[in-house]
């Protein structure tokens, strides 16, 4: 059997970029987030509930009008929620088909709030990158171009990495990159064998 495999860790940690070691050994990766978003645009269900929420501002010219709802949910939980209850669904359904497709020892969801959206038992191992909060921060401002509250503010939506940590079934301390690529190697072989 397939295994399915969760990655995950907080905002600057570095899932992507581990995500990518694991797929230049030839795992095959799942991005949620960016399938999240290609998804925003192209499922009419989704299209359609956001408009009946938010107006049809929400669409303009056809492609989702990221500014406008990025305004609304900023401050509003609520509207958060709601569009989580959306995308979510959609997304899981589109993750499965996706394996159906797939053809290796196992596969990979990389998804920043696999814990916080509640599908952490969906998988049969978690892998949780881990960093400390003042690089992830760093990282996360010149990447982003943003300035430090704006990163604190993302971070408060999610898990602590302690927490993370004692769910998971292992962990990638990305600091130094040749040590994580290691790291990753090791887990490889591991997941490969179980
Ligand atoms: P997010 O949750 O915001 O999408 P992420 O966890 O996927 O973030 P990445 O985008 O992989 O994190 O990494 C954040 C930034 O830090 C990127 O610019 C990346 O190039 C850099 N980075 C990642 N790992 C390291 C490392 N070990 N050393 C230095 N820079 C790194």
Do not use: C
């Not at 969906?122 to 430090?148: C, G, N, Q, S, W």
């Amino acid at each position: 059997m397939m295994k399915i495999v969760g990655l995950t860790g907080g905002i600057g940690s570095g899932k992507s970029t581990i995500a990518k070691m694991f797929m230049d050994l030839g795992i095959p990766v799942y991005f949620s987030d960016l399938e999240a978003k290609i998804l925003m645009q192209k499922s009419k269900i989704i299209k359609r509930k956001l408009i009946q929420k938010f107006g049809k501002e929400v669409y303009k010219n056809n492609t989702l009008n990221k500014p406008f709802l990025a305004n609304i949910i900023f401050n509003d939980k609520e509207a958060l929620q709601y569009v989580s209850s959306v995308v979510h669904p959609k997304v899981n359904q589109h993750f499965k088909r996706w394996i159906k497709k797939q053809q290796a020892a196992y596969i990979i969801q990389e998804n920043a709030i696999l814990f916080e959206n509640g599908t952490a038992d969906f998988f049969d191992y978690i892998i949780v990158v881990t960093a400390p909060k003042k690089t992830r921060i760093e990282r996360v401002m010149k990447r982003d171009k943003i300035l430090e509250n704006q990163v604190l503010e993302r971070m408060n939506n999610q898990w602590k990495e302690s927490e993370k940590i004692k769910k998971s079934d292992f962990i990638i301390a990305n600091i130094d990159l040749e040590k994580a690529q290691k790291k990753v190697l090791q887990i490889h072989k591991k997941l490969k064998a179980l």
